[in-house]
């Protein structure tokens, strides 16, 4: 594996780190995803620290290069975090479709119950018994 190579893992995996740091500070990441970022950037680190890794790794694979072997995995662990994206994307999705249409029967029970209502009921103040003749009564009874 290059010189070159293996100062790019270890540039890449110090600005993973980095910016999971950041994120972190401002509370804009889950748990889970940072635990995955963290892990990534350490196996960053590994592969740029030991090149040996790669070696033995590839070797047992199959896998001639050391660097065909560190882009393999970062493509897969890229690959199970989309993977586990689109997961949650889909839940979230199928969860907003759920609540818009409780939403949707929710607004439209409540115009069904307020239209009616309105036209039925008559006022307070012109029903016999209303707050108008409360008043009067409390009045009268002073």
Same mark, same amino acid.
């Given at each position: 594996?290059?010189?070159?190579? /293996?100062?790019?893992?270890?540039?890449?995996?110090?600005?993973?780190?980095?910016?999971?740091? /950041?994120? *972190?500070?401002? &509370? /804009?990441?889950?748990?889970?995803? !940072? =635990?995955?970022?963290?892990?990534? %950037?350490?196996?960053?680190?590994?592969?740029? *620290?030991?090149?040996?890794?790669?070696? %033995?790794?590839?070797? =047992? =694979?199959?896998?001639? %290069?050391?660097?065909?072997?560190?882009?393999? +995995?970062?493509?897969?662990?890229? +690959?199970?975090? =989309?993977?586990?994206?689109?997961?949650?994307?889909?839940?979230?999705?199928?969860? +907003?479709?759920?609540? %818009?249409?409780?939403?949707? *029967? /929710? &607004?439209?029970?409540?115009?069904?119950?307020?239209?009616?209502?309105?036209?039925?009921?008559?006022?307070?103040?012109?029903?016999?018994?209303? !707050?108008?003749?409360?008043?009067?009564?409390?009045?009268?009874?002073?």
């Amino acid at each position: 594996m290059t010189v070159v190579l /293996r100062v790019l893992l270890l540039l890449a995996s110090l600005f993973t780190a980095f910016m999971i740091m /950041r994120k *972190i500070r401002k &509370c /804009r990441i889950k748990q889970e995803d !940072t =635990l995955f970022w963290i892990v990534f %950037s350490v196996m960053l680190a590994l592969l740029g *620290i030991f090149p040996g890794i790669s070696y %033995s790794m590839g070797a =047992l =694979l199959g896998i001639h %290069s050391p660097a065909n072997f560190v882009y393999l +995995v970062i493509i897969a662990l890229l +690959v199970e975090k =989309l993977l586990s994206v689109s997961i949650q994307v889909s839940m979230l999705e199928s969860k +907003v479709e759920v609540l %818009s249409a409780e939403l949707a *029967i /929710r &607004c439209k029970d409540l115009q069904d119950h307020a239209a009616p209502s309105s036209e039925k009921e008559p006022a307070a103040d012109s029903v016999p018994g209303g !707050t108008e003749d409360r008043d009067q009564e409390k009045d009268g009874e002073k």
